[in-house]
T-cell receptor
Framework: EDQVTQSPEALRLQEGESSSLNCSYT??????LFWYRQDPGKGPEFLFT???AGEEKEKERLKATLTKKESFLHITAPKPEDSATYLC???????????FGKGTKLSVKP | EAQVTQNPRYLITVTGKKLTVTCSQN?????MSWYRQDPGLGLRQIYY???????DKGDVPEGYKVSRKEKRNFPLILESPSPNQTSLYFC??????????FGPGTRLTVL
C-alpha cells in the first residue's frame, strides 16, 4: 500500500536554529514528491516539486532534497514567520490522487 | 489573479439538510479535487476530476457527490449531511494531477 510518513509530528526551534523535517515514502512508481506549507485554517501553499533522486530545490531559508526512499526539508536559520505545518505528498502517477503525510508542525520561537 | 475560490467559507447546518459547497478556478486547469482535513488524519481525498464530465472516487467518497459540467467549476454536494462530515474541506486544481493549488477552505459543522 502506498504510504507517506512524516517525522517528527511537531518540532520546536529557537530562531536561527537550523533543522530538517523528514518525509518517508513507500510509493510504487513515484512520479513526484511535493512539499506544502499550511498556516492554521488556510489552504496548503505549494512550495516544491521534486521528480528524481538527487534533485534539490531551494527557496529562501528552505531546501528540499529527495532520495529513493525519503525527502528532507531543511530549514536554515529559521524565523518565527516560518512557523507552520509542513506537508509532504507523493504522486504515484498510476491514479489521479496525491498521497499526503500527516504533516510536521513547526514552531519557531524568537 | 490566479486562484481557487470556495463558497461558503464557513457553514453550520443540521443533519439531513442538503448542501452544496462551490469551487471555482480561473487557471484553465483540467484536474480538480476535493479533500477533507481532520485532526490526526491529515488530508484525505474525497473525489477528483481529470476533465469535464470525468469524475472518480478518492479515499473517502461515502456521503458525497460531485459534478464537473464546466472546466472551471467542481461543486461538492452533501445530500444528507451527518455530524461525522463536520470537517475542513479544501478544493484544489492542477494543470495535470501532480502540482495542486488549493483553495482557502470551507469549515463545515453539521449539528
Amino acid at each position: 500500500e502506498d504510504q507517506v510518513t512524516q517525522s517528527p509530528e511537531a518540532l520546536r526551534l529557537q530562531e536561527g536554529e537550523s533543522s530538517s523535517l523528514n518525509c518517508s515514502y513507500t510509493v510504487s512508481g513515484l512520479r513526484g514528491l511535493f512539499w506544502y506549507r499550511q498556516d492554521p485554517g488556510k489552504g496548503p501553499e505549494f512550495l516544491f516539486t521534486l521528480y528524481s533522486a538527487g534533485e534539490e530545490k531551494e527557496k529562501e531559508r528552505l531546501k528540499a532534497t529527495l532520495t529513493k526512499k525519503e525527502s528532507f526539508l531543511h530549514i536554515t536559520a529559521p524565523k518565527p514567520e516560518d512557523s507552520a505545518t509542513y506537508l509532504c505528498a507523493a504522486y504515484p502517477g498510476s491514479q489521479g490522487n496525491l498521497i499526503f503525510g500527516k504533516g510536521t508542525k513547526l514552531s519557531v520561537k524568537p | 489573479e490566479a486562484q481557487v475560490t470556495q463558497n461558503p467559507r464557513y457553514l453550520i447546518t443540521v443533519t439531513g439538510k442538503k448542501l452544496t459547497v462551490t469551487c471555482s478556478q480561473n487557471m484553465n486547469h483540467e484536474y480538480m479535487s476535493w479533500y477533507r482535513q481532520d485532526p490526526g488524519l491529515g488530508l484525505r481525498q474525497i473525489y477528483y476530476s481529470m476533465n469535464v464530465e470525468v469524475t472518480d472516487k478518492g479515499d473517502v467518497p461515502e456521503g458525497y457527490k460531485v459534478s464537473r459540467k464546466e472546466k472551471r467549476n467542481f461543486p461538492l454536494i452533501l445530500e444528507s449531511p451527518s455530524p461525522n462530515q463536520t470537517s475542513l474541506y479544501f478544493c484544489a486544481s492542477s494543470p495535470r494531477a501532480d502540482t495542486q493549488y488549493f483553495g482557502p477552505g470551507t469549515r463545515l459543522t453539521v449539528l
